[in-house]
């Protein structure tokens, strides 16, 4: 069982785990920077996001609110780029379900589901928001687009609720794929990284857990900035790196994608998630 404040804490140090891990190829660590947006940008991220992460345990708010709040937490520490909020668009659910799970005396897996069907048109509304406040990045499409300022008003008329709308993207996004699929993989991979971090200690567990997934599915977020042959040519690259077990052709692939500012950040954020559903199970390190 775990109470609101311990829940809140997984999440931040989940978080803060897949953020300082190294190398992981393209994205932000703790070994260097990208060029409009440094390490302690992140670091400030994860913090300022503990206060929603404990509300959503306590029950408190909805997933879309509180992604919202998530978002807006940031504002308050004069952050202007979007750090993590396919993590919290991700992770919010998850508390959500822990907290349930606490009180009730139930599962996280078996609790997630239903935190994801009761959402509502709000939901989607308050996403939308987010997603604009944050200046994320995400396929373009046709239908409800996130771009489109006028999806708003598509939405209330269409009564779609966040979960509906999630599974209108499954197909081109990762994150959404998630939500879809009651985070099918997120528990997958929650428990390779136990497994890994067991056998390679935490830090070259999360980054050959970060491999893994990147070989397996192409990152939504290459996909959407550079198109999907390019995601599928990173994915080969990450299949590469892996089967180097001292990890140089990891810091290899790293070095080239900064320097093609080539960052696969749907799956750091699948990677926190799952950090987050394995801490909560108690993940030694």
């Given at each position: 069982m775990n109470d609101p404040d311990r829940t809140a804490q997984c999440a931040v140090l989940a978080m803060l785990f897949e953020l300082s891990s190294s190398p992981k190829p393209g994205n932000v660590d703790r070994c260097h920077d990208f060029s409009d947006i440094g390490f302690h940008h992140?670091?400030?991220?994860?913090?300022?996001?503990?206060?929603?992460?404990?509300?959503?345990?306590?029950?408190?708010?909805?997933?879309?609110?509180?992604?919202?709040?998530?978002?807006?937490?940031?504002?308050?520490?004069?952050?202007?780029?979007?750090?993590?909020?396919?993590?919290?668009?991700?992770?919010?659910?998850?508390?959500?379900?822990?907290?349930?799970?606490?009180?009730?005396?139930?599962?996280?897996?078996?609790?997630?589901?239903?935190?994801?069907?009761?959402?509502?048109?709000?939901?989607?509304?308050?996403f939308y928001r987010a997603f604009e406040l944050a200046g994320a990045r995400v396929t373009e499409v046709e239908l409800f687009s996130l771009m489109d300022p006028g999806s708003e008003n598509a939405l209330c008329q269409s009564e779609k609720t966040l979960l509906e709308l999630m599974r209108l993207s499954m197909g081109h996004d990762i994150v959404a794929r998630e939500w879809a699929t009651n985070y099918r993989r997120s528990f997958l991979l929650a428990e390779r990284l136990a497994e890994?971090?067991?056998?390679?200690g935490l830090n070259d567990g999360v980054?050959?857990?970060?491999?893994?997934?990147?070989?397996?599915?192409?990152?939504?977020?290459?996909?959407?900035?550079?198109?999907?042959?390019?995601?599928r040519q990173v994915s080969r690259q990450a299949a590469q790196a892996l089967a180097d077990s001292t990890l140089e052709k990891?810091?290899?692939?790293?070095?080239?994608?900064?320097?093609?500012?080539?960052?696969?950040?749907?799956?750091?954020?699948?990677i926190a998630a799952s950090l987050f559903i394995s801490l909560l199970r108690d993940l030694r390190f």
């Open positions: 992140f670091l400030a991220s994860a913090v300022s996001s503990y206060p929603v992460f404990r509300k959503a345990a306590q029950g408190l708010g909805r997933p879309g609110s509180l992604i919202l709040e998530g978002v807006q937490a940031w504002k308050d520490w004069n952050l202007s780029s979007n750090t993590h909020f396919g993590s919290l668009v991700l992770m919010i659910p998850i508390a959500l379900a822990a907290g349930t799970a606490s009180r009730q005396g139930g599962d996280l897996e078996s609790d997630l589901p239903e935190i994801l069907e009761k959402t509502t048109v709000q939901d989607a509304v308050d890994q971090t067991e056998k390679f980054v050959r857990t970060f491999l893994e997934a990147l070989a397996e599915v192409p990152d939504s977020l290459i996909s959407a900035k550079f198109g999907p042959e390019k995601a990891a810091r290899q692939m790293d070095c080239d994608l900064l320097a093609r500012d080539i960052n696969p950040g749907s799956t750091a954020d699948l």
